[in-house]
């Protein structure tokens, strides 16, 4: 659902064109004459409730235009992140996954041997790694690597705030749907 609502707004952005054909915000003269988001009256003359408050009197095109950005920008730089945040954590973090014999006999036990995990900062001396992605999430501090469930929680919450995002952006496109017409 949210891969195609993304690409109604995509293609309603990049081949409709929408601003060289409507008048979204103020015309020639400089009339007010976009329109804005939570404005109008439901069919019983009341007036129209939203979603998102406070996204209340702003023009829908810019409202477009933040959903086509987060989709085509923010939201390809937090995948990515993801993604390089949950490499890091295997490859540096979690250890490597071994089967063991567990107590009770004819059993085996899942465990991660942290013995080659580094344990300084020194030893990512000549690596490549993405500081500037981690950054974002250690709190100010690389040390914050080697502190139990650190990474494995920032990443948790990294996917908990994708889904989130994925949520509020397919919602907010919903709600500007009779909108994307020129």
Known sequence: MLQANMELITFF???????????WYKDDEGNDCGHKYGEGLNMDGSKMTVLFPEYEGKYVMDIIKEIYHWWKEDYVRLCNDQSYLLSFWC????????????KKEGYREI???KTDCPTTLDFFNG??????????????DRNNIFVENFVSNKLHWLESEIERQKQKYLHLCIEVREYLWT
Do not use: C, N, R
């Open 13 to 23: 952005i990049e081949k409709e064109k929408p601003e060289e054909h409507v008048v």
């Open 91 to 102: 490859d540096y973090v979690a250890g490597t996954m071994k089967s063991i014999p567990a």
């Open 111 to 113: 465990v991660f041997d």
């Open 127 to 140: 690596k490549e790694v993405k500081w500037e992605i981690l950054d974002q999430y250690l709190d100010g």
